[in-house]
């Protein structure tokens, strides 16, 4: 079945550019039936839609982050990956990528990578 | 875009039925039928447990249930497990063409 793994640095100095990728095993990212979407989690808090990317175009960013992301879909690998620009210590959190419906399919994030922690700290 | 509105903390005793809400605006929850919901274990990547406000995927109990009215909708649990203690969220899409999610609500099992 579909699995998703995160992975890049686990500390980011603020000011700097957090980098994160996601791995998609066991099926396509060139699906018409998904975006592929990135979710974060402060510690203790509750989760945060960062942004969610069709692979090949329509691309849709939180409002509150939009001049900070990029999300860019990699065919070739069979990832796709998270920019985050200018962090300060209010991005610490734990990074989820996940598969996100389309809304004839139900739209929901329905796989869940297990979720990278990054901490913004000099 | 705020947050939707869910209470911080629900609980109840083994086998009693639970309601948590997660309350929107006209402008996601009480637009779109694209309410999902999420249970998180501590530690855990969330799970998918309800979709377009009241379809469980397969494989989730049927004890799981949901359902909208105006701009509130409502994850009930019924027959409550020590299992189900767990974070619950909930998410809508928004008219602006972005998904938001809930604070989140604890679920205690006494």
């Known amino acids: 079945q579909l699995q998703l793994q995160e992975s890049g640095p686990g500390l980011v100095k603020p000011s700097e550019t957090l980098s994160l990728a996601c791995s998609v095993s066991?099926?396509?990212?060139?699906?018409?039936?998904?975006?592929w979407g990135w979710i974060r989690q402060p510690p203790g808090k509750g989760l945060e839609w960062i942004g969610s990317?069709?692979?090949?175009?329509?691309?849709y960013y939180n409002p509150s982050l939009k001049s900070r992301v990029t999300i860019s879909v990699d065919t070739s690998k069979n990832l796709f990956s998270l920019k985050l620009s200018s962090v300060t210590a209010a991005d610490t959190a734990v990074y989820y990528c996940?598969?996100?419906?389309?809304?004839?399919?139900?739209?929901?994030?329905?796989?869940w990578g297990q979720g990278t922690m990054v901490t913004v700290s000099s | 875009q705020s947050a939707l509105t869910q209470p911080a903390s629900v609980s109840g005793s083994p086998g009693q039925s639970i309601t948590i809400s997660c309350t929107g605006t006209?402008?996601?929850?009480?637009?779109?039928?694209?309410v999902s919901w999420y249970q998180q274990h501590p530690g855990k990547a969330p799970k998918l447990m309800i979709y377009d406000v009241s379809n469980r995927p397969s494989g989730v109990s049927n004890r799981f249930s949901g359902s909208k009215s105006g701009n509130t909708a409502s994850l009930t649990i019924s027959g409550l497990q020590a299992e189900d203690e767990a974070d619950y969220y909930c998410s809508s899409y928004t008219s602006i063409s972005t998904w938001v999610f809930g604070g989140g609500t604890k679920l205690t099992v006494l």
């Open positions: 996940a598969r996100h419906q389309k809304q004839w399919l139900g739209d929901a994030f329905d796989i």
């Open positions: 006209s402008s996601d929850v009480g637009d779109y039928n694209y």
């Open positions: 066991g099926g396509s990212i060139s699906s018409s039936s998904y975006y």
């Open positions: 990317k069709y692979y090949s175009g329509s691309t």
